[in-house]
């Protein structure tokens, strides 16, 4: 059996793009300037090529994986303790008293706990407790940047001067799905503040969803279950074209405008797919395009794409973030890089640190790190 | 009541948190509030840099309840530069050769998991230290 190759053959585009009037052009931007003062990714050490998951289920001579490899967790690896490091890298890009970070919210599905919060064990360990908000949100791949959209809403209002997001996940894949080829592991951490001391100043966002049931899993089931390849016209392309052509309209740009955009990267295709199909050139997605290193980080996917940006970003550049997540939305972010960038960056790990780092393993070591062995 | 325990402790496990004697200045780990050098009160709390390196190790094959599902695993005494040996599991080493002197950070990870239906206790781990500054545009083609 070849692996099913996500990308429809045939789709056509224009699901509620060409139905765009004046008044959906709602763009986000709260009255108090934001944007993000600090920065930061994390990635496993661990890589399972793509030809060793087709060896395993189609044979030596199994067809081309949609990806290199993939991030896959160590054994003492979670939610928890990857989004502790990202935090903690995007701590050490500014000089704040963790103690005044009003809220720690981590977009995940893969948190440790069906109850019990991973942001608390988070806000403890960076020492933002007790005067902190803090809760895990689910939106599929798209939890994460819903977290930052609310940072950079509370923080415009005044409530809070810093809100850290994260977006973290140890993406699980069915064996023999064709998701498994992707579903890597890893995320990044965003601290939302005053503009004035970002790296990176937001100039608008916007959100797009409906209800669109691509992808799902059901409560105390293991993997999840999606829907083929109506994932993508309806699901991924519907959702992060309309929410990029809208943020764009509504601002008042074009792709040239920006030197880097970021889409959520479920593979290689999609994400170039979109960006042709917006105008964009494949240099503005380079930076930024992980996801063949890493694989699929779901919630973290779209994120530390904008860490990778970051980590090579001019002061004045602009960047397009598109987030998607199933079920089905996405959020759209423009932001500017500033001049705070070139002395900040340097004060952590970068992205490719962590993805040039890769003890590589075979499938039964995979089988053994992702609970795939039953022991008893 | 081992729940209370682990969260009596958690916040020197999960940052690596000691004292620092105001007396004589030593750096205290884990906290004890007396200094073991100058015998005096040390109750300020201290965050360790995490910095530090392989004082002596050995491999666990046959694991204490609790920590069957990360064995073998590397246990170290790490020195930390502030001056401590903290005894502690070495993580992200497969693969690795493992010296005395080797340079190592820490990080918190699960140090235990007592089944689908306990608590995951987490808590400080050191790795080899990972070199930054890697060439931030080499990039593989597309497969």
């Keep these: 059996m070849c692996v099913p190759r996500p990308l429809p053959t045939c789709y056509s585009l224009g699901l509620g793009r060409d139905k765009l009037e004046a008044s959906h052009l709602k763009i986000m931007k709260p009255n108090r300037d934001v944007g993000i003062v600090g920065y930061g990714a994390y990635v496993p050490r661990y890589r399972l090529r793509g030809t060793e998951i087709s060896r395993m289920w189609e044979g030596e001579q199994g067809c081309t994986p949609p990806i290199k490899e993939k991030a896959v967790p160590g054994l003492d690896e979670d939610v928890a303790t990857m989004s502790l490091e990202a935090a903690r890298n995007a701590l050490k890009r500014t000089a704040i008293d963790p103690s005044r970070i009003r809220a720690v919210w981590v977009g995940s599905e893969s948190h440790p706990y069906a109850v019990k919060p991973t942001s608390t064990i988070v806000a403890e360990a960076i020492g933002a407790v007790p005067h902190t908000l803090a809760a895990d949100w689910q939106f599929a791949c798209k939890a994460g940047t819903e977290a930052m959209q609310a940072a950079l809403g509370f923080v415009g209002s005044g409530m809070a001067d810093y809100a850290l997001a994260l977006g973290m996940d140890t993406a699980q894949g069915r064996p023999r799905d064709a998701l498994e080829y992707t579903a890597g592991a890893g995320g990044a951490a965003f601290l939302v503040g005053p503009a004035e001391e970002s790296v990176a100043v937001l100039e608008g966002s916007t959100s797009y969803v409906t209800d669109t049931a691509d992808f799902w899993r059901r409560q105390h089931e293991h993997y999840p279950a999606h829907a083929g390849r109506f994932t993508g016209e309806p699901g991924y392309f519907r959702h992060v074209i309309a929410a990029a052509s809208e943020i764009m309209a509504a601002l008042g740009r074009k792709p040239a405008d920006y030197a880097h955009v970021i889409f959520h990267q479920p593979n290689t295709k999609f994400p170039r797919k979109a960006g042709r199909e917006l105008g964009f050139k494949s240099e503005q997605l380079e930076a930024g395009l992980l996801v063949n290193d890493i694989g699929n980080t779901y919630a973290g996917a779209a994120m530390i794409g904008l860490t990778g940006v970051l980590d090579v970003a001019e002061p004045g550049e602009r960047v397009l973030m598109v987030s998607f997540g199933s079920g089905a939305g996405s959020d759209a972010f423009d932001l500017r890089v500033t001049d705070a960038i070139t002395a900040r960056r340097a004060c952590a790990l970068s992205t490719r640190d962590y993805v040039v780092r890769r003890h590589e393993i075979d499938y039964a070591t995979y089988a053994r790190h992702r609970g795939k062995i039953r022991m008893e | ?143």
């Design chain 2, 1 to 143: 009541m081992e729940i209370a325990r682990h969260w009596r402790l958690q916040r020197h496990r999960y940052s690596l948190v000691g004292e620092v004697c105001n007396h004589c200045g030593v750096k205290i780990f884990p906290a004890r509030d007396v200094c073991p050098e100058c015998n005096a009160p040390a109750k300020t709390p201290y965050t360790f840099s995490g910095k530090g390196e392989v004082y002596s190790y050995s491999t666990v094959h046959h694991p204490p309840e609790g920590f069957e599902h990360f064995a073998p695993y590397v246990v170290a005494l790490v020195r930390l530069v502030e001056g401590p040996l903290v005894a502690a599991q070495l993580t992200d080493v497969e693969g690795e050769k493992i010296e005395i002197g080797m340079p190592v950070e820490m990080v918190t990870r699960k140090l235990r998991d007592d089944g689908s239906k306990g608590t995951i206790v987490y808590g400080y781990k050191f790795r080899p230290v990972i070199a930054g500054g890697a060439a931030v545009v080499a990039k593989d083609a597309a497969v």
